[in-house]
């Protein structure tokens, strides 16, 4: 972290710029020209450098918190707040309404506002925070009945990933004595509910349709599913209103810790090295400012690569329990953030990619990454009608802003900060792959092919 002296002068100096120090001129008046002077770079002329940003108190938010902790922000010449939010609605609503400059969101919000589900919107994402980060965790009492269907290893432990097909017996068993089988996700378009809708549905359990008089998504549903936030789930569990839950961290750990949960797969093992959150601002927002917009997404940038720097996460740890940010106790935040995972209390493993902030071009939004979510919610009738190919790519690329993020990185790279090899050479999308937990192949330029591949959910024909 700066020191406070370091943070103090440059304070007192964007005051005197701010109001002149002597008020000749007002804050309207001073010029981007002079506030860009306060940026180490001097590459870019700041359209606006008072900005406010939201987060969900959650681990991936930490690209935020570093790039203002350390001073990333600032060597970009802007004077950053960075704001918890109580929801995810909230969060997407503040962005729209323009009470939040840009925002920690989930993949799928931007992209739901922009293909017409839920509120409707043009928000753009420059900036992907990270890859991985989720788990799913079940009751104690859940657990117990699946951990008979799990195999074991020489060294009597659970071998993972464990698919649903240990948890199926026990939904069974819930509805043949009359009782729903209850489980929570953060959002209706987070990438948690699709993955633990890929999970079940990779077992042969219907986690349930959307239709536009079921906005619930629980039509023929074997597990009803239903939206809590995060920093509640642990308490929601444990008061019996759900029996397990897809969370980001801290909150599968948190459970360990308190003992009333285990965690039995996280979403590396879903789908390896998952996009999860991105940095979103409006359309508007990015067109008025984009010089602003190019400054926000080098900080950012800066940050991820902080993050996956060895040795960087136990101060990363520090700051992310401080209270303003995901205020967590640090050994909680620990267990997931140093390159482990707890699931049974005691059962520590090595997951050195389970929080991944830069490398693998994490911080790259690939048109690849954001169709899969647009797959997934016409698998499931959040799009309710079928859409040619080109519809997926045409929508994606009004969201997905590749072109900022190669600013960003170009300049980063002339001013020493990443070497030129960090930037990668693509048309956007990423290679065919079948790194998921039931094996299927997922190439995102075919789209439609794809949302036919599945036993479950909707089917459609190739629509011209």
């Known amino acids: 972290m700066r020191s406070l002296v370091t943070k103090t002068v440059w304070l007192l100096s964007f005051s005197c710029l701010l109001y002149s120090c002597g008020g000749k001129k007002s804050k309207e008046e001073t010029s981007s020209g002079e506030i860009a002077e306060l940026s180490k770079t001097a590459s870019l002329e700041i359209e606006k450098p008072q900005l406010t940003f939201g987060f969900i108190k959650l681990t991936d938010m930490a690209p935020l918190a570093i790039a203002k902790e350390k001073g990333f922000f600032e060597d970009e010449g802007l004077f950053v ?6 929801n995810w609605k909230n969060v997407l609503d503040r962005v729209i309404d323009g009470q939040l400059d840009g925002s920690h969101m989930l993949a799928g919000q931007p992209i739901a506002a922009g293909a017409g589900f839920g509120r409707q919107a043009q928000l753009v994402t420059p ?14 009492d859940v657990w117990s009945k699946m951990k008979p269907n799990v195999p074991v290893g020489e060294d009597g432990k659970p071998i993972h990933p464990i698919k649903a097909d240990a948890l199926k017996p026990v939904i069974n068993e819930y509805k043949n004595s009359g009782k729903a089988f209850k489980m929570g996700m953060v959002f209706p378009v987070s990438t948690h509910n699709y993955e633990i809708r890929y999970w079940l549905a990779a077992a042969g359990v219907h986690p349930g349709m959307y239709t536009s008089e079921n906005v619930q998504g629980q039509i023929d549903a074997e597990v009803l599913l239903s939206v809590t936030p995060p920093p509640q789930m642990p308490a929601t569990l444990e008061a019996g209103t759900i029996y397990g839950y897809c969370v980001g961290e801290p909150w599968n750990q948190q459970a360990v810790f308190k003992g009333i949960g285990v965690p039995v797969t996280t979403n590396y093992d879903i789908w390896k090295n998952n996009p999860e959150k991105v940095f979103v601002m409006t359309k508007k927002f990015v067109e008025e400012n984009p010089n602003t917009a190019v400054a926000v997404t080098k900080a950012l940038i800066r ?3 902080w ?9 990363a740890v520090k700051i992310l329990s401080m209270p303003q940010y995901v205020g967590a106790d640090e050994v909680v935040l620990a267990n997931s953030m140093t390159g482990t995972f707890e699931f049974e209390k005691g059962d520590k493993r090595d997951m050195p990619d389970f929080n991944v902030f830069y490398k693998y071009n994490a911080t790259y939004p690939f048109y690849s990454d954001g169709i899969w979510f647009l797959t997934q919610m016409r698998r499931w009738g959040q799009i309710p009608e079928s859409k040619p190919a080109a519809w997926y790519e045409e929508t ?4 997905y802003r590749p072109d900022i993020w190669k600013k960003a990185a170009k300049l980063l790279v002339e001013e020493g900060h990443i070497p030129a090899a960090d930037i990668p050479e693509t048309d956007g999308y990423k290679p065919a792959t079948s790194d998921f937990i039931d094996g299927n192949v997922y190439n995102a330029k075919d789209p439609i092919g794809y949302i036919n591949s599945f036993k479950i959910g909707n089917k459609d024909e190739a629509v011209q």
């Open 81 to 86: 707040s960075v704001e918890a939010q109580s």
């Open 127 to 140: 900036f992907s925070m990270d890859l991985n980060g989720n788990g799913i965790t079940v009751s104690n």
């Open 303 to 305: 940050a991820g690569k």
């Open 307 to 315: 993050l996956d720097e060895p040795g960087n996460r136990a101060e």
């Open 396 to 399: 994606i690329k009004d969201i």
